[in-house]
Nanobody, 122 residues
Framework: VQLQASGGGLVQAGGSLRLSCAAS????????MGWFRQTPGKEREFVAA????????YYADSVKGRFTISRTNAKNTLYLQMNSLKPEDTAVYYC????????????????WGQGTLVTVSS
């Protein structure tokens, strides 16, 4: 079971980044997926989630209208398009395969990727 996130980097405030997450090990199209993020000293926080089909999406209030989550089941890949980035978006971003629990909360049964660092400069 593997989730490989990529696409992080350094960007100026107002800029954009697109994160990708390549999934393997389970039937990708069978599970909801999500993105969480974490900054040092803080708990991981929910960013966005998407249903197995891609038909339903959910966002944290802090990113609504700026971030877009999507998936391509044929490519076993999850995406997070991040626009109008702010310094407070700086964090390590993790893709998550939701195995249990509500979409906005991590669960011990979930599969977690290794994370990709996003740094937004002011």
């Amino acid at each position: 079971v593997q989730l490989q996130a990529s696409g992080g980097g350094l960007v100026q405030a107002g800029g954009s980044l697109r994160l990708s997450c390549a999934a393997s090990g389970r039937t990708f199209s069978s599970y909801a997926m999500g993105w969480f993020r974490q900054t040092p000293g803080k708990e991981r926080e929910f960013v966005a989630a998407i249903s197995w089909s891609g038909g339903s999406t959910y966002y944290a209030d802090s990113v609504k209208g700026r971030f877009t989550i999507s998936r391509t089941n044929a490519k076993n890949t999850l995406y997070l398009q991040m626009n109008s980035l702010k310094p407070e978006d700086t964090a390590v971003y993790y893709c998550v395969r939701k195995m249990n629990g509500p979409y906005y909360q991590g669960h011990e049964d979930d599969d977690w990727g290794q994370g990709t660092l996003v740094t937004v400069s002011s």
